[in-house]
């Protein structure tokens, strides 16, 4: 099991930018799949993004252009940078690990604490 900790949320306005980070725990992060998840109070939670070992990134559509994932293997640290935020990015941000390419949560088997993330107007 690897530990994975959330850090960088906070309040930001509306059309503002945040960046969250995801630190592991390990010494084969560079294998893994990275993933960021969200979740709304009384929602699902749902695909944001993943990046994998080589690089490659996919995005939820609603956060394609607007959020950017990327990886420091040296760093075991992957982030997540949010730009041009709306009032529906409010959630409580998770990273999680993978060892395939997955949009479900579910195969994803360690998550951080989760962060949380408001956007006032």
């Known amino acids: 099991q690897v530990q994975l900790v959330e850090s960088g949320g906070g309040l930001v306005q509306a059309g503002g930018s945040l960046r969250l980070s995801c630190a592991a725990s390990?010494?084969?992060?560079?294998?893994?799949?990275m993933g960021w998840f969200r979740q709304a109070p009384g929602k699902e939670r749902e695909f944001v993004a993943y990046?994998?070992?080589?690089?490659?990134?996919y995005y939820a559509d609603s956060v394609k252009g607007r959020f950017t994932i990327s990886r420091d293997n040296a760093k075991n640290t992957v982030y997540l940078q949010m730009n041009s935020l709306k009032l529906e990015d409010t959630a409580v941000y998770y990273c999680?690990?993978?060892?395939?390419?997955?949009?479900?949560?579910?195969?994803?088997?360690?998550w951080g604490q989760g962060t949380q993330v408001t956007v006032s107007s």
């Open positions: 990046i994998g070992n080589g690089g490659r990134t």
């Open positions: 999680a690990r993978s060892w395939n390419y997955y949009t479900d949560p579910n195969p994803y088997d360690s």
């Open positions: 390990g010494r084969t992060f560079s294998t893994y799949i």
